[in-house]
């Protein structure tokens, strides 16, 4: 296994096993640096280009393209931006009501919890996403992207149109 070409290219095509042994290499690297202080946080930054070469090479595998990889990243930040607007509207709203406290509390809460469910389905999705790039067959023969992985077989012609 070529780990250069694994992790800093996002040209080709991976199999299921090259897959899954780049993800968890990365899913310890960035185990272990959140235990960096500081600079921690700035190579979990800079890994941010191998998870997208191994995603996008295992995607091309697939028949599909790269891109889809924003699907769990955009419904996360949907998530969190909905969350925040619908847990702030019901903190504000309760402070304002002029009941209690304890009521304006739990208006808040009940804002937060829908933000804590929304992070939860964004969560569901990305494991979701994550299984099917995982356990999706490799396309056989080649495609687009290249020969499927370890074969040597030509690009097919280019289609007629």
Same mark, same amino acid.
């Given at each position: ?6 992790? =800093? ?12 042994? !780049?993800? @968890?290499?990365?899913?310890?690297? $960035? #185990?272990? *640096? ?7 946080? =700035?190579?979990? =930054? ?6 997208? @070469?191994? %995603? ?17 990243? *955009? ?15 019901? +903190? ?15 208006? +808040? ?9 929304? =992070? @939860? #389905?964004?969560? #569901? ?8 790039? !995982? ?7 080649? $495609?687009? %992207?290249?020969?499927?992985? !370890? ?7 280019? +289609? +007629? *149109?």
């Amino acid at each position: 296994m070529d780990f250069q070409k694994l992790f =800093l290219s996002a040209e080709g095509r991976i199999g299921r096993g090259e897959f899954w042994a !780049g993800w @968890c290499i990365l899913f310890v690297i $960035n #185990l272990v *640096v959140h235990f960096v202080p500081g600079l921690g946080q =700035l190579i979990a =930054l800079v890994l941010i280009y191998p998870w997208v @070469c191994v %995603y996008t090479k295992r995607l091309h595998d697939m028949g599909k393209s790269g891109w889809l990889q924003l699907i769990p990243i *955009v419904v996360f930040l949907a998530a969190i931006i909905i969350g925040v607007i619908a847990g702030g509207t019901a +903190a504000i709203m309760g402070a304002m009501s002029g009941h209690s406290d304890a009521d304006a509390g739990m208006a +808040a809460l009940g804002g937060f919890g829908l933000f804590f469910i929304l =992070l @939860c #389905l964004a969560l #569901l999705v990305s494991l979701v996403f994550l299984l099917w790039v !995982g356990v999706s067959p490799t396309q056989p023969g080649a $495609n687009r %992207y290249g020969p499927e992985p !370890g074969t040597t077989d030509p690009l097919p012609p280019p +289609a +007629a *149109v």
